[in-house]
């Protein structure tokens, strides 16, 4: 890497990963891209004049209200043409493709489109519909955003957008060679410009990494080849500068690659999160097959390492680790001062035991729930985390571990099964072999009996749909497509 590298290249390049990683101040990623102008989608609201005042931080409106339930197992029914495949669903709206799968529509709880079928693709924020009305849109490689009604709210100029779900605004820049990042209402009005150039104009490489309410997290290479963490504020000036614990922020040779760095607030206390990964190519099996393995590491302001934390962040509420000789592996969420862990005791080497149990907010075991043998359980058969809840292998059967007392469940289940790889929910076996569907938050949703693996309420499914807030089947009919909506009442 060459100082003269140009730096508006590496910058404009990768100043487009302050719209991949926004974790610390509630920043959305956001990767798409935007509406045709001449789409006929309701009018442009943009006013590109720089100045103006910020906008409110509240919702854009409110998206219609989906129906109310029509049934004990599920929310809605709704038809759409045999034609439409779904994508994805947020608060009672359906992201479809046609059956060439080439251009992307948006469909209203009532299966009415409401966004024609003109863009590129089309993605909800992260933050769902029901929080952020309105879809990322891509157009001819470029971000636009519209709302719920086909309103197109920001006109395509953008090469990135993501919206700041604390400022209540979004962000993007406009091209890959250009390091000025705007800020932009909801109306589409350019509220003001940074260009951080200046600051990090002086290291040998540098990318602004994420953003939050009043700062950019920059990692950046210095003339001595050595990698710091610099933080600026809004205006582009330099405030804080860490050094990070790798002299690179890529090396071909060993696979390794520096992804994100971010800032952490935890207990009134500003900590530094660094993620990266070590690339492996299986040469044993002679696959050629790759494999990323992710390393995570938490600085404070001074560059201490807090590897304690690194763990105890997956709990979503960090706790002080009372007893030194166990060592977490799992959390599940907290609920009420209360989460469910597994752990280890001593050396694992010659004590290779996993305990589940309850833990309060100081780390002190409530409760040991079961033990585990990892010489004589397979991988499939360890605890499995959902919400506050734990599916756990006892007894040739499987029970429910909860943080509500009592923590123990004593109803016998005979099989689990993701419902879909890489999603979370599951189907759970009773003894007369029925399945019942349980919620990412291990709620009972759909009774024993009226679901399986391949049919909803005695009809055969075409495909899910699923995501966190639901799970969609949908059931091939002659002339369209029955899609029934099933909600994780926890996110509903």
């Not at 600026?232 to 390794?256: C, H, M, W």
């Not at 907010?361 to 729930?369: A, D, L, T």
Request: a negative charge; hydrophobic letters at 35%.
């Amino acid at each position: 890497m060459q100082g003269g590298r140009t730096l508006k290249k590496v910058l404009g390049i990768l100043l487009a990963a302050l719209l991949v990683a926004t974790t610390a101040c509630g920043a959305q990623e956001i990767e798409v891209q935007t509406g045709n102008p001449d789409s006929g989608q309701g009018t442009a609201q943009s006013d590109l004049s720089s100045g103006g005042e910020p906008s409110s931080t509240e919702p854009m409106g409110s998206p219609i209200p989906p129906a109310e339930p029509v049934s004990e197992f599920y929310d809605k029914m709704v038809t759409i043409p045999k034609e439409y495949h779904i994508e994805d669903y947020s608060n009672g709206y359906f992201i479809v493709t046609k059956s060439d799968g080439r251009l992307y529509g948006l469909l209203d709880p009532e299966g009415k489109t409401v966004i024609d079928f003109t863009y590129d693709e089309l993605k909800f924020d992260r933050a769902g519909a029901e929080t952020c009305p309105f879809v990322h849109a891509t157009y001819d490689g470029k971000s636009s955003v519209v709302d719920l009604n086909g309103k197109v709210l920001i006109e395509p100029e953008y090469n990135s957008l993501i919206y700041d779900l604390d400022r209540g605004t979004f962000s993007g820049i406009k091209s890959d060679e250009i390091s000025t990042i705007y800020f932009i209402s909801k109306e589409g009005k350019i509220i003001n410009t940074v260009d951080p150039t200046e600051a990090l104009s002086v290291y040998k490489d540098a990318y602004v990494s994420s953003s939050g309410k009043n700062f950019f997290c920059c990692v950046v290479l210095d003339s001595a080849d050595q990698v710091y963490i610099v933080l600026l504020d809004l205006q582009g000036k330099e405030f804080a500068k860490v050094k990070a614990p790798y002299n690179q922020i890529r090396n071909e040779s060993t696979g390794f690659q520096l992804i994100n760095a971010s800032v952490l607030n935890l207990q009134g206390e500003t900590y530094l999160k660094i993620e990266s990964y070590l690339k492996k190519v299986d040469e044993q099996e002679n696959t050629g097959l790759q494999t990323k393995t992710g390393i995570h590491t938490i600085l404070d302001l001074s560059g201490n390492s807090h590897p304690e934390l690194v763990e105890q962040i997956k709990s979503q509420k960090p706790f002080p680790k009372t007893d030194p000789s166990i060592t977490y592996r799992q959390f599940s969420d907290f609920k009420d001062g209360k989460a469910l862990v597994t752990f280890f005791k001593e050396d694992t080497d010659t004590d290779p035991t996993m305990y589940l149990a309850v833990i309060n907010e100081k780390g002190e075991i409530i409760e040991e729930i079961a033990s585990f043998d990892l010489i004589f359980i397979s991988p499939s058969e360890q605890p499995q985390f959902i919400g506050n809840k734990a599916l756990y292998y006892s007894n040739d059967t499987w029970k429910i571990a909860s943080t509500e007392a009592p923590y123990k469940n004593s109803e016998r289940y005979y099989g689990i099964q993701k419902l879909e790889e890489g999603e979370h929910w599951w189907l759970l076996e009773n003894v007369d072999g029925e399945n019942a569907l349980l919620t990412p938050n291990g709620e009972i949703v759909v009774d024993f009996g009226n679901v399986t693996k391949d049919s909803f309420l005695g009809k055969p499914v075409l495909e899910y749909v699923i995501s966190n807030e639901v799970c969609c089947f949908i059931i091939e009919g002659e002339t369209e497509n029955e899609v029934y909506v099933v909600k994780n009442q926890a996110k509903a």
